[in-house]
């Protein structure tokens, strides 16, 4: 059976899910600028410690690009 959800519901949920988007793009932005803060924290590592990734700057910013895109639709 298909529920109704009130507008103010709609509207609560549209608004918190942009804003987590939003903020997920901006950090993959501050990335690509070259910030640091919780960079080498995000990226997952080897027993050794040697991190497995290493995204470019270009590969930050089509994230960003794309999580801004998940927001706004």
Do not use: C, D
Not at 23 to 30: A, E, Q, R
Not at 37 to 44: H, Q, R, V, W, Y
């Amino acid at each position: 059976m298909y529920v109704e959800y009130p507008t103010t519901m709609k509207l609560f949920l549209s608004i918190l899910l942009f804003l987590l988007f939003f903020g997920l793009s901006l950090i993959h932005f501050y990335w690509a600028s070259g910030g640091l803060l919780g960079f080498t924290n995000a990226l997952p590592a080897n027993e050794q410690g040697i991190p497995v990734l290493n995204p470019t700057t270009s590969e930050s910013i089509h994230r960003g690009i794309i999580l801004l895109l998940f927001g706004l639709f």
